[in-house]
């Protein structure tokens, strides 16, 4: 197999999740020139799987990670400013009973123990609501309404859950299409000159005394890359790529950490999140999902082999039903659940004794040899989706003295693709589509500035009718949706847009499904190879599928 060498470029990513593709777009808007790699779809790994919320992580308090949580809470609207298309605040329900008990082993329950030892195995009430109040004032919150107590016998949050709870407190977080976040922060970088090849797996990566030589297998081909820095943002993979792509010896690594989720029909008919506490000290949500499901998760398990084997077990999805079973009045059963799915979170090895108390600190360590002039490698380690834009900038901050042509920080709040409107202008911009496409239902409408924003428009251009639209695959997908997820957002397969760049596949029939996969392998033999794994305006289009 012949190999092509590329030019030098200045920052070379491993990995097309969140923080990769964050890094990929921070690194871009300063001028340097990037090339990211990923094996897969974007956030085809753990960026797709998340529980999807922006959130200071309350439970993150018992263990004393202020400082986690206080730069979590900055970035709740500092993010919801720049994607309310795809972010938006939602409220959260925490039912409490006198009677509650806990197997807890955090520094905040030995605390308690020691200081008022009759307390052991329970949360008081004043507990909590302390940590609500640091949960409202540590990230310097503004836009988002503060915490405030429910009567659950009058309110109608009271009414899916058993009797025994009469009282809760209602606080805020945001909810956030997580898989999207990552693709429009590739698109955006692509935007400022970054090369982005999906599909496309490091193989190699050798350190000279100058730069690095990396060698990727993909669409293309075998190709070498020149590189004055090399990004490991590999995820659950980042221990592989330090180990047997760059052959570093490193006495760092990762804990794999498995999180699984289940969904199930329409639990409720209100469109708060519960935050429902376990007798085992763990933590679940439950959460309204695509109009017309609950998404209930997440566990925490320790994850033995390979990152690409995860799935959601029959235990973990039971485990998750009688944990809501305890809090709603009708039970949650197997039976109800509709689709499950489980992402490995690389959380960086501390030594904690529980996958529940390991740090979600992230850790960014810079590998310059051991002469520390050789070409810079930085390796991500762990990370949450709601840091994921301070980790970039942290991550150029480390790299800074390597480019000192760089710019300086500019992500904050600077909106991604399709965002460009206020934070509270959804129903404007949805009336405004509905007044340019008059065909389009309001649910359609609605769908299509959740998913695009602004651009929701221009993929619409040109269409009186649906029929202009093209192919309708039904859960309104049609054709010029699909032609813009393929011209524009990397999308190559099906599964790519049914569970990635959408979540339509819940709301599908397979015969749709098997329509949508032949249209897009038609469009597939439209396509150049050498333009596989990238995506320009005009590049794929499927003329003769339209």
């Known amino acids: 197999m012949s190999t092509t ?35 897969g779809d974007l956030a085809q790994g753990t960026s797709s799987a998340s529980t999807k919320m922006f959130h200071g992580g309350l439970r993150y308090l018992e263990y004393f990670e202020f400082h986690l949580v206080r ?26 009973s006198p009677g509650m008990r806990f197997e807890s082993d955090t520094p905040t329950s030995r605390l308690l123990g020691f200081v008022m030892p009759w307390m052991k195995g329970r949360r008081p009430a004043w507990l909590i609501r302390l940590g609500l109040f640091l949960y409202d004032t540590l990230g310097g919150r503004k836009i988002l309404p503060g915490t405030r107590r ?19 407190w209602e606080y805020s977080d945001c909810w956030v299409q997580d898989s999207r976040l990552v693709v429009l922060n590739a698109r955006d970088a692509g935007a400022r000159g970054a090369r982005i090849l999906t599909r496309t797996k490091v193989i190699s990566a050798r350190r000279t005394a100058a730069h690095w030589e990396i060698t990727t297998e993909g669409p293309r081909g075998r190709e070498t890359h ?27 690594g990762v804990r794999l950490v498995r999180g699984s989720h289940i969904v199930t029909r329409r639990l409720y008919d ?8 376990g007798t085992d000290g763990r933590i679940i949500f439950a959460i309204p999902y695509e109009d017309d499901f609950t998404l209930i998760g997440t566990t925490d398990k320790d994850h033995q082999g390979s990152p690409a084997d995860v799935r959601c077990t029959d235990e973990e999805r039971d485990y998750l039903c009688a944990f809501a079973s305890r809090y709603f009045a009708k039970p949650v059963t197997p039976d109800d659940v509709v689709w499950s799915y489980s992402g490995v979170r690389p959380l960086y090895n501390d030594g904690a004794k529980s996958a529940t108390a390991a ?22 380690f762990g990370g949450k989706i709601t840091t994921y834009r301070r980790l970039a900038e942290n991550a150029l901050a480390k790299l800074a003295p390597f480019f000192p042509q760089a710019g300086a920080d500019w992500t904050a709040r600077v909106a991604l693709p399709g965002g460009d409107f206020p934070h509270d202008g959804v129903a404007d911009q949805v009336a405004r589509l509905k007044a340019g496409f008059p065909f389009l239902t309001h649910a359609h409408a609605a769908r299509l500035i959740r998913t695009y924003g602004t651009e929701a428009a221009e993929m619409l251009a040109g269409a009186s009718r649906h029929e202009d639209l093209g192919p309708d695959f039904g859960a309104t997908l049609s054709g010029a949706e699909v032609n813009w997820l393929i011209t524009r957002e ?57």
């Not at 200045?10 to 964050?22: P, R, T």
């Not at 209100?270 to 506490?277: C, G, I, S």
């Open 490 to 546: 990397y999308a190559r397969e099906a599964a790519d847009i049914l569970w990635r760049r959408t979540r339509l596949g819940l709301h599908m029939t397979k015969d749709q499904i098997t329509a949508l996969e032949a249209f897009m392998a038609k469009a597939a033999q439209h396509r150049l190879p050498e333009n596989e794994g990238t995506a320009r305006p005009g590049i794929g289009r499927c003329e003769g599928c339209a």
């Open 226 to 252: 020149l590189a004055r820095a090399l990004v490991n943002a590999g995820g659950p993979w980042v221990g592989e790529v330090i180990r047997d792509v760059a052959h570093i010896t490193s006495t760092e």
């Open 5 to 39: 060498t590329a030019d030098m470029t200045d920052l070379f990513v491993i990995g097309g999740g969140v923080n990769g593709c964050g890094i990929a777009r921070d690194a871009a808007g300063r001028g340097l020139s990037v090339t990211l790699a990923e094996q």
């Open 270 to 277: 209100h469109d708060r999140a519960y935050f429902f506490q």
């Open 71 to 96: 730069e979590a809470l900055q970035e709740r609207e500092t993010l919801l400013v720049a994607m309310p298309h795809i972010s938006w605040p939602m409220r959260f329900v925490l039912p409490y």
């Open 359 to 380: 740090t979600r600190e992230y850790v960014l360590s810079l590998d310059t040899g051991a002469d520390h002039r050789a070409p810079p490698l930085l390796n991500v």
């Open 150 to 168: 429910l009567d659950l016998k009058t309110d109608p949050a009271g009414r899916w859950l058993q009797p025994g709870f009469g009282r809760a």
